[in-house]
Protein backbone atom coordinates (compact mmCIF):
# COMPACT_ATOMS: atom_id res chain seq x y z
CA UNK A 1 0.00 0.00 0.00
CA UNK A 2 2.79 2.33 0.57
CA UNK A 3 4.54 1.46 -2.53
CA UNK A 4 1.42 2.53 -4.68
CA UNK A 5 0.82 5.74 -2.56
CA UNK A 6 4.76 6.83 -3.38
CA UNK A 7 3.85 6.16 -6.95
CA UNK A 8 0.58 7.95 -7.01
CA UNK A 9 2.79 10.92 -5.89
CA UNK A 10 5.77 10.95 -7.95
CA UNK A 11 3.77 9.72 -11.03
CA UNK A 12 3.13 13.30 -12.29
CA UNK A 13 6.93 13.46 -12.31
CA UNK A 14 8.02 10.66 -13.86
CA UNK A 15 8.55 12.57 -17.57
CA UNK A 16 11.12 14.69 -15.68
CA UNK A 17 13.54 11.84 -15.38
CA UNK A 18 12.98 10.72 -19.23
CA UNK A 19 15.89 13.99 -19.46
CA UNK A 20 13.87 14.84 -22.86
CA UNK A 21 14.34 17.96 -21.52
CA UNK A 22 18.01 18.39 -21.81
CA UNK A 23 19.85 20.47 -24.36
CA UNK A 24 21.79 18.04 -25.94
CA UNK A 25 18.17 15.93 -26.78
CA UNK A 26 16.31 19.24 -27.76
CA UNK A 27 19.18 20.36 -30.42
CA UNK A 28 18.41 17.97 -32.81
CA UNK A 29 18.38 18.11 -36.66
CA UNK A 30 14.57 19.35 -36.73
CA UNK A 31 15.58 22.42 -34.11
CA UNK A 32 19.16 22.94 -36.15
CA UNK A 33 16.65 23.45 -39.66
CA UNK A 34 14.12 25.44 -37.66
CA UNK A 35 17.41 27.47 -36.47
CA UNK A 36 18.69 28.14 -39.48
CA UNK A 37 15.00 29.21 -41.50
CA UNK A 38 14.63 31.77 -38.58
CA UNK A 39 18.50 32.88 -38.23
CA UNK A 40 17.31 33.85 -42.60
CA UNK A 41 14.11 35.90 -41.81
CA UNK A 42 16.43 38.30 -39.06
CA UNK A 43 19.27 38.58 -41.68
CA UNK A 44 17.03 39.48 -44.50
CA UNK A 45 15.43 42.28 -42.09
CA UNK A 46 17.27 45.79 -42.01
CA UNK A 47 17.24 46.43 -38.46
CA UNK A 48 18.75 49.20 -36.18
CA UNK A 49 19.91 47.60 -33.52
CA UNK A 50 19.66 49.33 -30.49
CA UNK A 51 20.61 48.25 -26.87
CA UNK A 52 17.69 48.55 -24.37
CA UNK A 53 16.23 48.13 -20.96
CA UNK A 54 13.23 45.77 -20.57
CA UNK A 55 12.02 48.35 -17.70
CA UNK A 56 7.94 49.17 -18.72
CA UNK A 57 5.80 46.43 -18.52
CA UNK A 58 3.31 46.70 -21.92
CA UNK A 59 0.18 47.10 -19.86
CA UNK A 60 -1.87 49.47 -20.54
CA UNK A 61 -5.58 48.37 -18.45
CA UNK A 62 -8.26 50.78 -16.87
CA UNK A 63 -6.94 52.12 -13.46
CA UNK A 64 -10.33 51.08 -12.07
CA UNK A 65 -9.38 47.22 -12.11
CA UNK A 66 -6.45 47.22 -9.77
CA UNK A 67 -4.35 44.29 -10.24
CA UNK A 68 -0.78 44.22 -10.11
CA UNK A 69 1.51 40.76 -11.09
CA UNK A 70 4.33 39.38 -8.86
CA UNK A 71 6.88 37.85 -10.58
CA UNK A 72 10.16 36.20 -9.74
CA UNK A 73 13.16 35.16 -11.51
CA UNK A 74 14.85 32.01 -10.80
CA UNK A 75 18.15 32.94 -12.30
CA UNK A 76 20.49 29.66 -11.24
CA UNK A 77 21.46 27.28 -8.24
CA UNK A 78 18.79 27.49 -5.20
CA UNK A 79 14.94 27.26 -4.26
CA UNK A 80 12.99 29.46 -2.49
CA UNK A 81 10.72 27.12 -0.88
CA UNK A 82 9.71 29.60 1.36
CA UNK A 83 8.70 32.04 -0.83
CA UNK A 84 6.38 29.20 -2.64
CA UNK A 85 4.98 28.49 0.40
CA UNK A 86 3.62 31.81 1.50
CA UNK A 87 1.90 32.29 -2.03
CA UNK A 88 0.31 29.09 -1.82
CA UNK A 89 -0.75 30.07 1.64
CA UNK A 90 -2.02 33.22 0.90
CA UNK A 91 -3.72 32.01 -2.42
CA UNK A 92 -1.18 34.27 -4.69
CA UNK A 93 -1.30 34.21 -8.06
CA UNK A 94 2.43 34.83 -9.33
CA UNK A 95 4.48 34.22 -12.45
CA UNK A 96 8.50 32.53 -12.41
CA UNK A 97 10.66 33.25 -15.38
CA UNK A 98 13.25 30.18 -15.23
CA UNK A 99 16.64 29.95 -16.70
CA UNK A 100 17.39 26.65 -18.68
CA UNK A 101 20.29 25.99 -15.90
CA UNK A 102 17.99 26.44 -13.08
CA UNK A 103 15.84 23.71 -14.26
CA UNK A 104 18.57 21.52 -14.89
CA UNK A 105 19.01 21.77 -11.26
CA UNK A 106 15.48 21.23 -10.66
CA UNK A 107 13.20 19.58 -13.03
CA UNK A 108 11.07 17.94 -10.46
CA UNK A 109 10.11 21.23 -8.93
CA UNK A 110 9.27 22.95 -12.06
CA UNK A 111 7.10 20.08 -12.63
CA UNK A 112 5.54 20.67 -9.16
CA UNK A 113 5.15 24.28 -9.96
CA UNK A 114 3.59 23.81 -12.92
CA UNK A 115 1.15 21.61 -11.99
CA UNK A 116 -0.09 24.43 -9.65
CA UNK A 117 -2.94 26.39 -10.97
CA UNK A 118 -1.34 29.32 -8.50
CA UNK A 119 1.69 29.21 -11.02
CA UNK A 120 2.25 30.00 -14.77
CA UNK A 121 5.86 29.13 -15.93
CA UNK A 122 7.64 31.89 -18.58
CA UNK A 123 11.16 31.70 -20.01
CA UNK A 124 14.31 33.32 -18.18
CA UNK A 125 16.81 32.44 -21.07
CA UNK A 126 18.53 29.25 -21.48
CA UNK A 127 22.11 30.41 -20.27
CA UNK A 128 21.03 33.44 -18.19
CA UNK A 129 22.75 35.45 -20.98
CA UNK A 130 21.91 39.38 -21.92
CA UNK A 131 20.10 38.69 -25.36
CA UNK A 132 21.79 41.18 -27.60
CA UNK A 133 24.73 41.61 -30.00
CA UNK A 134 25.58 45.12 -29.22
CA UNK A 135 25.71 47.00 -26.10
CA UNK A 136 27.51 46.41 -22.59
CA UNK A 137 27.75 44.58 -20.35
CA UNK A 138 25.28 43.96 -17.08
CA UNK A 139 25.66 43.12 -13.93
CA UNK A 140 28.38 40.43 -14.80
CA UNK A 141 26.92 38.59 -17.21
CA UNK A 142 27.29 37.49 -20.43
CA UNK A 143 25.68 38.10 -23.62
CA UNK A 144 24.86 36.04 -26.38
CA UNK A 145 27.58 35.69 -29.20
CA UNK A 146 26.10 35.21 -32.29
CA UNK A 147 22.42 34.86 -33.65
CA UNK A 148 22.48 30.95 -33.02
CA UNK A 149 22.98 31.77 -29.33
CA UNK A 150 20.18 34.18 -29.41
CA UNK A 151 17.66 31.88 -30.54
CA UNK A 152 18.96 28.73 -28.20
CA UNK A 153 18.48 31.47 -25.36
CA UNK A 154 14.92 31.75 -26.29
CA UNK A 155 13.51 28.70 -28.17
CA UNK A 156 15.79 25.92 -26.54
CA UNK A 157 14.42 26.94 -23.29
CA UNK A 158 10.57 27.15 -24.65
CA UNK A 159 10.99 23.48 -25.55
CA UNK A 160 12.70 22.72 -22.55
CA UNK A 161 10.06 24.23 -20.47
CA UNK A 162 7.34 22.54 -22.30
CA UNK A 163 8.44 18.79 -22.35
CA UNK A 164 8.32 19.25 -18.38
CA UNK A 165 5.32 21.48 -18.15
CA UNK A 166 2.99 20.25 -21.22
CA UNK A 167 2.76 24.31 -21.76
CA UNK A 168 5.18 26.67 -24.21
CA UNK A 169 5.75 30.18 -22.41
CA UNK A 170 4.82 33.07 -24.31
CA UNK A 171 6.86 35.72 -22.28
CA UNK A 172 10.37 36.24 -22.38
CA UNK A 173 12.26 38.17 -19.63
CA UNK A 174 16.49 38.26 -21.11
CA UNK A 175 18.84 38.28 -18.39
CA UNK A 176 19.33 41.49 -16.68
CA UNK A 177 16.35 42.03 -18.46
CA UNK A 178 18.51 43.63 -21.36
CA UNK A 179 18.34 43.45 -25.24
CA UNK A 180 18.75 45.19 -28.53
CA UNK A 181 16.37 45.09 -31.06
CA UNK A 182 17.98 41.78 -32.88
CA UNK A 183 16.75 39.60 -29.66
CA UNK A 184 13.15 42.15 -30.05
CA UNK A 185 13.25 40.66 -33.50
CA UNK A 186 13.62 36.71 -32.99
CA UNK A 187 11.58 37.02 -29.91
CA UNK A 188 8.33 38.13 -32.37
CA UNK A 189 9.58 35.81 -34.96
CA UNK A 190 9.36 32.97 -32.47
CA UNK A 191 5.89 33.88 -30.86
CA UNK A 192 7.36 35.42 -27.42
CA UNK A 193 6.88 38.93 -25.98
CA UNK A 194 9.65 40.15 -24.03
CA UNK A 195 8.52 40.65 -20.71
CA UNK A 196 9.35 44.02 -18.92
CA UNK A 197 8.60 45.18 -15.31
CA UNK A 198 7.75 48.44 -13.53
CA UNK A 199 8.67 47.74 -10.22
CA UNK A 200 12.25 46.32 -8.95
CA UNK A 201 11.90 44.75 -5.18
CA UNK A 202 15.44 45.42 -4.64
CA UNK A 203 16.19 41.74 -4.06
CA UNK A 204 19.30 41.48 -6.22
CA UNK A 205 21.30 42.77 -4.08
CA UNK A 206 21.53 40.76 -0.60
CA UNK A 207 21.54 43.45 2.22
CA UNK A 208 18.67 44.91 0.81
CA UNK A 209 15.94 44.61 3.85
CA UNK A 210 12.55 43.40 4.08
CA UNK A 211 11.21 47.19 4.62
CA UNK A 212 13.05 48.35 1.62
CA UNK A 213 11.75 45.80 -0.69
CA UNK A 214 8.57 46.01 0.72
CA UNK A 215 8.35 50.02 0.54
CA UNK A 216 9.93 49.46 -3.34
CA UNK A 217 6.73 47.48 -3.95
CA UNK A 218 3.75 49.46 -2.32
CA UNK A 219 5.00 53.28 -3.10
CA UNK A 220 4.51 53.50 -6.74
CA UNK A 221 1.49 50.55 -6.76
CA UNK A 222 -0.93 50.53 -9.41
CA UNK A 223 -3.24 48.63 -11.70
CA UNK A 224 -1.04 46.59 -14.31
CA UNK A 225 1.84 47.28 -12.22
CA UNK A 226 4.89 44.68 -12.96
CA UNK A 227 7.08 43.02 -9.72
CA UNK A 228 10.18 41.40 -10.62
CA UNK A 229 11.45 39.81 -7.58
CA UNK A 230 13.42 36.49 -7.48
CA UNK A 231 12.95 32.96 -6.66
CA UNK A 232 16.26 31.72 -6.50
CA UNK A 233 17.90 33.43 -2.93
CA UNK A 234 16.22 31.74 -0.06
CA UNK A 235 18.61 33.75 2.20
CA UNK A 236 17.43 36.97 1.39
CA UNK A 237 14.27 38.73 2.83
CA UNK A 238 11.75 38.18 -0.21
CA UNK A 239 9.27 36.65 2.18
CA UNK A 240 9.57 38.99 4.76
CA UNK A 241 9.07 42.18 2.05
CA UNK A 242 5.30 40.14 1.02
CA UNK A 243 4.34 39.45 4.75
CA UNK A 244 4.56 43.63 4.76
CA UNK A 245 3.25 44.71 0.93
CA UNK A 246 0.76 42.28 0.69
CA UNK A 247 -1.93 43.10 3.79
CA UNK A 248 -0.69 46.78 2.74
CA UNK A 249 -1.97 46.01 -1.03
CA UNK A 250 -4.93 44.88 -0.63
CA UNK A 251 -6.50 46.96 1.79
CA UNK A 252 -5.72 49.56 -0.95
CA UNK A 253 -7.25 47.43 -3.09
CA UNK A 254 -5.17 45.29 -4.93
CA UNK A 255 -5.41 42.11 -6.38
CA UNK A 256 -3.04 39.67 -8.01
CA UNK A 257 -2.99 38.11 -11.03
CA UNK A 258 -0.68 36.15 -13.68
CA UNK A 259 1.40 37.86 -16.33
CA UNK A 260 -0.74 36.55 -19.31
CA UNK A 261 -3.61 38.25 -17.29
CA UNK A 262 -2.35 41.20 -18.59
CA UNK A 263 -1.87 40.27 -22.09
CA UNK A 264 -2.35 42.71 -24.95
CA UNK A 265 -2.47 39.42 -27.44
Known amino acids: MQALKFFLILFPFLNCFSQDYLDKNLKNEEYLSFRERIKARISGEKIKNSFFEANKSFTEKSEALGYIALTFDACEGKYNEELVNFLISENIPATFFLTGKWIDKNPQITA ?154
Open 112 to 265: KLASNPLFEIENHGLKHRICALTGDKKYGLKKTANLDEIIDEIELNNRKIEKLTGKRPVFYRPAGAYADEICLNAASLLSMEIAGYDSLAGDSFSKTSAKEMSENIIKNARHGMVVLMHLNHPERNEVGALKIAVPILRKKGFSFCHLEDFTIR
